[in-house]
Antibody
Framework: EVRLVESGGGLIQPGGSLRLSCAGSGFTVTSHYMSWVRQAPGRGLEWVSLIYTDGRTKYADSVKGRFTISRDTSKNTLDLQMNSLRAEDTAMYYC???????????????WGQGTLVTVSS | QSVLTQPPSASWTPGQRVTISCSGSSSNIGTNTVNWYQHLPGTAPKLLIYDSNQRPSGVPDRFSGSRSGTSASLAISWLQSEDEADYYCAVWDDSLNGVVFGGGTKLTVL
């Protein structure tokens, strides 16, 4: 059974850093393109970042230069290093698995339950 | 302001057919296929339609999708109370080089 479990969320002060992790089971993270998607309170889904199957990365303009997406092959996890956090980064962060056989795209066939990040002083 | 435009809300009664639109541009819907997600906040979003008009296994055939030009739509027939959720279109944008989501449509079943 495919499963994605996010962790690492919490309360952090503006300007701080946080590292999110998404543990995959039932599949190999590096075989799929993977993304982070967030939902701020009262707002819709917002794409944050994507890692291609070949390791290339893409970011939304709102997080470019502050967030870094990566994979840990030994742990089969997808990670998101978030630096210089702002109040507007407050959101539920979901990791999502891209469909097999493609290098990138907007089709995500499995999602985690999310981890909540709150940026506040 | 989302790159993809969806109506923010829709209200229909059980048994009816509802259509949710998603308007984009030549760099996204005009070039790439559209995916639709069903989401109840706090839960994992669920892929509902992929490649504009394909249903993953397990999704009832009451759900259908279409794409024409720079617009796409999701149709739900025989509306049921369990269909009450937020619906999002998503597509790869060749100009932004990333994924774009619509603003979402909150469907209320009266």
């Amino acid at each position: 059974e495919v499963r994605l479990v996010e962790s690492g969320g919490g309360l952090i002060q503006p300007g701080g850093s946080l590292r999110l992790s998404c543990a995959g089971s039932g599949f190999t993270v590096t075989s799929h393109y993977m993304s982070w998607v967030r939902q701020a309170p009262g707002r819709g889904l917002e794409w944050v970042s994507l890692i291609y199957t070949d390791g290339r990365t893409k970011y939304a303009d709102s997080v470019k230069g502050r967030f870094t997406i990566s994979r840990d092959t030994s742990k089969n996890t997808l990670d998101l290093q978030m630096n210089s956090l702002r109040a507007e980064d407050t959101a539920m962060y979901y990791c999502a698995r891209g469909v097999l056989g493609y290098t990138h795209g907007s089709r995500f066939d499995s999602w985690g339950q999310g981890t909540l990040v709150t940026v506040s002083s | 302001q989302s790159v993809l435009t969806q109506p923010p809300s829709a209200s229909w009664t059980p048994g009816q057919r509802v259509t949710i639109s998603c308007s984009g541009s030549s760099s996204n819907i005009g070039t790439n296929t559209v995916n639709w997600y069903q989401h109840l906040p706090g839960t994992a979003p669920k892929l509902l339609i992929y490649d504009s008009n394909q249903r993953p296994s397990g999704v009832p055939d009451r759900f259908s999708g279409s794409r024409s030009g720079t617009s796409a739509s999701l149709a739900i027939s025989w509306l049921q109370s369990e269909d009450e959720a937020d619906y999002y279109c998503a597509v790869w944008d060749d100009s932004l080089n990333g994924v774009v989501f619509g603003g979402g449509t909150k469907l209320t079943v009266l």
